[in-house]
């Protein structure tokens, strides 16, 4: 296990940037590692928005004006005290750095349950997870009727199945960890499992997800391909325009997340539609293992659209499968993963560089402490949330090895140097190729240490399908 535990003192974890909306409901669970309890407060916050000094909660409303807003965020506990910087930007921009949380799919499919979310953001919170930025706990597929008399009441607003017997509840127990909670459907008449979608009920749709207390919609093509089997652009923009423009009328910020599998180039037009993210691939339990591990295949994809990247709008590979999770072609019950530790770590440092959603979709209750050690490294998770948004250019890919480089907003540069071999080989990348010169200071992000100085390449020995991280600063 490569990443150090959290030392007993308070340290911060939250991005430097935070995007809302102008009069919105306001909900933000500060992240924060360090031994319980902390004290929390805030320098700076608006009128109308709150911290609970214990939990680090902040609550309430934003202003109705759009305007950036500094704050400085301090904790302190019995080992010491900390601060950081913090700005809140009111205005259209949602998720200014990637969403971070959990989404029940790879492991329970069409077993969830209003018990299965609840005991995960009871996890989120148990396992320190929360306190390295993740925070939305997001139901998939499978909380619907099939279609018929049972899908919707008489005014034609969504119903659950008897599995979720009150979605404002089951938010408000997520809301009231301080976390926020995700929903699905598609826009077809079906749903992936032919459960009812949202296809002619978009508006009350949007409207209920709202009232209910969702904070992020994953809309799936999957349904829609029997009203439009071969779309154009056009037509693939044409359902998540109207969906996106839905939920920006609604009166609480809720993101979309638009599962189309990439068709029609939809980096190009997602943030237009109103989307912050976008899958750009299939699904990545579906993709088949060659000589390398499916994800990859899935990564090298997605990893060339680094020029459609930036704050408030994401490429989205799909979700990190590490622990324990179900096979997406039986949707069976979950198992360990076959990953090797050094596979785990490059999947994670891929997702970090790439500026990708960092949602997890293993087994909450089957956290192990090396599932959460690669989760969980406050300096990795840095490299993904940085305020740039920049995602990392590849550099070199080859059939043995592959160079990203992603840029920080403190001019240090981020650096993952991948083998993809099944023999151990040592990967460099030169300043040239960097486009770097003079001495860099370096520091290993998973090892959290620094390292001596160097001034012409970085290179290190790397294990078979693994990978050495760096950051290069001044």
């Known amino acids: 296990m490569l990443t150090p535990k959290p030392g007993p003192a308070p340290k911060i974890n939250s991005p430097k940037v935070y995007g809302a909306r102008p009069g919105m409901p306001f909900l933000y669970r500060i992240p924060c590692t360090g031994e319980r309890p902390i004290r929390f407060s805030a320098k700076g916050l608006p009128p109308g928005i709150t911290l609970d ?11 109705p004006n759009p305007r950036v807003i500094p704050i400085r965020l301090e904790a302190r506990n019995r080992h010491g005290k900390t601060s950081k910087p913090f700005q809140l930007h ?29 005991k995960a953001a009871d996890a989120m919170i148990a396992s320190g997870m929360a306190d390295f930025g993740y925070e939305f706990v997001s139901i998939d597929d499978c909380w619907m009727p099939p279609p018929g ?22 938010t408000g127990y997520i809301h009231g960890k301080g976390l926020k909670a995700g929903v699905y459907t598609s826009p077809g008449p079906t749903t992936c499992q032919k459960l009812e979608g949202a296809w002619q009920h978009e508006a009350i749709d949007a409207q209920t997800f709202a009232e209910w207390g969702f904070d992020l919609l994953k809309y799936d093509w999957c349904g829609y391909r029997t009203i439009v089997p071969k779309p154009d652009v056009a037509g693939s923009r044409k359902p998540y325009e109207l969906m996106g423009g839905l939920l920006r009328r ?33 699904d990545l339990g579906l993709a088949r293992d060659t000589s ?45 993963s076959s990953l090797s530790p050094d596979e785990t770590y490059s999947y994670m ?85 960097l486009g770097l010169t003079g001495k ?11 390292l001596p100085k160097m001034d012409r390449s970085v290179a290190a020995s790397v294990a078979p399908h ?6 290069l600063a001044h």
């Open 466 to 471: 693994g990978v050495a991280m760096f950051v």
């Open 349 to 433: 440092s891929l997702w970090s560089l790439m500026a990708a959603p960092l949602f997890f979709s293993g087994d909450m209750e089957r956290l192990d402490d090396f599932t959460l050690n690669v989760l969980c490294n406050a300096e990795i998770i840095a490299i993904n949330q940085d305020p740039l948004g920049i995602q990392a250019r590849v550099i070199r890919h080859t059939a043995t090895e592959l160079v990203l480089a992603k840029p920080l907003e403190n001019g240090a540069l981020a650096v993952g140097l991948f083998n993809l071999d099944r023999e151990p080989r040592v990967v460099s990348a030169s300043w040239q190729e």
């Open 53 to 63: 000094p214990g939990s680090g909660v902040l609550s309430g409303r934003t202003p």
């Open 250 to 282: 609604q009166s609480r910020d809720i993101q979309l997340n638009l599962c189309q599998y990439g068709v029609n180039e939809v980096w190009k037009w997602g943030a237009d539609v109103g989307g912050q993210s976008w899958r750009t691939t299939g």
């Open 90 to 118: 009111v205005g259209e921009t949602l998720a200014l750095t990637p969403p971070m949380g959990w989404n029940h799919w790879y492991t329970h499919y069409c077993r969830v349950t209003d018990a299965t979310i609840r």
């Open 292 to 336: 390398l591990p499916g994800f990859y295949s899935i990564a090298f994809k997605n990893m060339v659209l680094h020029d459609y990247a930036k704050p408030g709008q994401w490429n989205d590979p799909d979700y990190i499968l590490i622990g324990w999770y179900g096979s997406a072609f039986k949707q069976a019950e979950a198992t360990p």
């Open 149 to 170: 008399p049972r899908a919707r009441d008489a005014t034609g607003r969504p119903l659950t199945n008897d599995k979720f017997p009150d979605m404002r509840a089951l």
């Open 440 to 450: 860099r200071k370096l520091r290993d992000p998973w090892r959290q240490v620094n």
